[in-house]
């Protein structure tokens, strides 16, 4: 079955770049019909689907981050990362994984990494 | 984006209750609406999808519907075991958005 877990420093400088990597087993990320996505969640708030990548390498980023996120993947490692330029305390919030799956007319997220929390503190 | 209004914010139930929790989308979204559960400290959880499939392995006191915009989620006997924030998510549309999130309390 398939597992994710993201890794990645818990701390952060604020003006800095957010760096996570998340490392999939179990299952290949080149596989089709999967995007691999990132969803991150203030401390006691709800959820915010931050983008994604697909197999292909294509990419789609929430309007309201896209200026500051990449999201890129290591076939090789078998692994996606995130990256969010120019953090505030606002970015300070537990990051998931997800994979994204997707058919035609369906699509979910499952399953989700245990989730990492970067604080942005100087 | 497609906002997406979940009520309650929160619920206090006794063991055996029925609860409902409702989602309400702000533009059309056909079926295309999951629903996760969230135990402190954990990832979210596939519940529903499609508005009303169970995913698999799911307990069958869960289930969903949907009636235009509005979307119900809905425990038939509450158990212990149900206490966390459940979270509604929409797909028809980038970018995925999700409800708020009802938290569920035991009495």
């Known amino acids: 079955q398939v597992q994710l877990q993201e890794s990645g420093p818990g701390l952060v400088k604020p003006s800095q770049t957010l760096s996570l990597t998340c490392t999939v087993s179990?299952?290949?990320?080149?596989?089709?019909?999967?995007?691999w996505s990132w969803v991150r969640q203030h401390p006691g708030k709800g959820l915010e689907w931050i983008g994604y990548i697909y197999s292909s390498g294509n990419t789609y980023y929430n309007p309201s981050l896209k200026s500051r996120v990449t999201i890129s993947a290591d076939t090789s490692k078998n692994q996606f990362s995130l990256k969010l330029t120019s953090v505030t305390v606002a970015d300070t919030a537990v990051y998931y994984c997800?994979?994204?799956?997707?058919?035609?007319?369906?699509?979910?997220?499952?399953?989700w990494g245990q989730g990492t929390l970067v604080t942005v503190s100087s | 984006d497609i906002h997406m209004t979940q009520s309650p914010s929160s619920l206090s139930a006794s063991v055996g209750d029925r609860v409902t929790i409702t989602c309400q989308a702000s533009q059309d979204i056909s079926n295309y609406l999951n629903w996760y559960q969230q135990k402190p400290g954990k990832a979210p959880k596939l519940l529903i999808y499609d508005a009303s499939n169970l995913q698999t392995g799911v307990p069958s006191r869960f289930s969903g519907s949907a009636s235009g915009t509005d979307f119900t989620f809905t425990i038939i006997s509450l158990q212990p075991e149900d206490i966390a924030t459940y979270y509604c998510q929409q797909y028809d549309n980038l970018p995925q958005t999700f409800g708020q999130g009802t938290t569920l309390e035991i009495k």
């Open positions: 179990g299952g290949s990320i080149s596989s089709g019909g999967y995007f």
């Open positions: 997800a994979r994204d799956v997707s058919s035609a007319l369906s699509r979910w997220f499952d399953p």
